[in-house]
DNA sequence: GAGTGGTCTAGACCACGTA
DNA sequence: ACGTGGTCTAGACCACTCA
């Protein structure tokens, strides 16, 4: 019996980087902070520096944290200049990338099946339902439906949302303490409904690209349900396949 | 004035992980052949194995080495079992990922504007044009029309194509000395054209998913353009953000 | 100048695959 | 039994940021 290869317990490396995105789920260093150098953690941990270092080089792959040297070792933020929609994958034809954002609802509501499997709620847990445009000058681009757990975000409304100057992602880490760290997307071509038809400024019927998204924050925990509706005629969805 | 950051020279792992992508791309190590030890490497240019480790890293994150604890580094291929359509992300609701193939047409052409920019050739210059069906069941759900410059691809044909049994990118390999290391694609939602829905058995003017993708081969040079056009009425494209 | 991350080395020991 | 990659350590020196 060959067994399918196993090893007792997990390399130290791996284990600290564990012990890491736990300080991180607890709240002991907030997205933007800076850690202790890594000879410190080396000691926090009783391990090598190199193994320490090992565990952050993971880390910054996954970008849960940012190295800048001389300077330390950050937490990832989406208030970071360069972060804004990180996980929007959505170019110009001529290569423009941003975008003005437009509220169109944010009101209270349960969750459906679909959104208490996605979010691991139970059944008719409140969760707050936004709808929001994304535009390029005029031109709208993109209608967002997002789900979110209320227990996560309470209080989240209309007025706060458009009072707040950033991403959405932006202000739920500095509002709510919630750090979306990635997610999975469910690609699809569908048609234009009425109602997204007539938001988007576009024919019924039209193809849109509708991109599902569930995502998580430290821990794996999901944290977020959206659905994307994106008018793909002057825009592209990017991606890197490798 | 700061600069902004730069190094004399790039630090010798990066040098070593050229060097060993320039041995690839001349074909010193085949896909699927083994590579030297690391201690082997080490000597070979001269520095610690824990350097060469580091370049080996690198590139078996890039899925163009292939790491067997006990068995040495691997050149990675799209023959192996599980590398199969390894850059196609389409799955079926139920899960499924297995396709049929059907060839449409194997043909001869000549670079447009597009795909000569796209696959830096010479305007005019020769290609290769294949259109083929993916299909589970019997039920079409990817239309696939490839160009290829005939000097990489040289004798490429529908006879040659239908005989082999693998992917196309394992033929590529195994018969061309071509092997794809990453692609970049660009998505849009589209209308099926008259000639698409009947290629794929769908109506007219349904949304299709279309997915535009240049591949890359040792060295980030472009070999291949292609365009497919998913039907999602029960498969969704699967990405993960981070 | 003090402190941080970035590179590179040398060596020990472990886990695994192959024959 | 041997050779391979995987983990972990200790220490040197460099490059950079910031007060």
Chains 1, 2 share one sequence.
Request: a positive charge; hydrophobic letters at 40%; aromatic letters at 8%.
């Amino acid at each position: 019996m060959p067994k399918t290869s196993a090893r007792a317990t997990a390399p130290l490396y791996e284990q600290i980087r564990q012990l890491i995105v736990s300080a991180l789920a607890a709240g002991e260093w907030k997205p933007g902070d800076a850690l202790p150098s890594e000879a410190h953690l080396a000691q926090r941990f009783g391990a090598s520096a190199g193994t320490v270092r090992r565990a952050l080089d993971e880390l910054t792959a996954a970008h849960v944290v940012e190295r800048r040297q001389g300077a330390g070792t950050f937490v990832a933020t989406h208030t970071a200049p360069g972060n804004s929609y990180r996980f929007l994958r959505l170019v110009a034809d001529d290569g423009a990338t941003g975008f003005r954002r437009e509220l169109v609802h944010c009101r209270r509501a349960r969750a459906t099946a679909e959104s208490a499997r996605a979010l691991h709620l139970r059944p008719a847990e409140p969760v707050i339902e936004v709808r929001r445009l994304l535009l390029r000058g005029a031109r709208p681009v993109v209608l967002d439906d997002l789900w979110l757990p209320e227990r996560h975000f309470d209080g989240l409304d209309s007025a706060q949302i458009n009072a707040y100057p950033g991403t959405l992602y932006a202000l739920f880490e500095e509002r709510f303490r919630v750090h979306m760290v990635r997610a999975e997307e469910k690609l699809r071509a569908v048609s234009a409904t009425a109602e997204a038809a007539a938001l988007l400024g576009v024919a019924e019927g039209r193809p849109l690209l509708s991109v599902e998204r569930v995502a998580y924050t430290y821990g794996d925990r999901p944290v977020e349900l959206r659905r994307g509706l994106y008018c793909t005629d002057a825009d592209f969805y990017r991606n890197e396949l490798n």
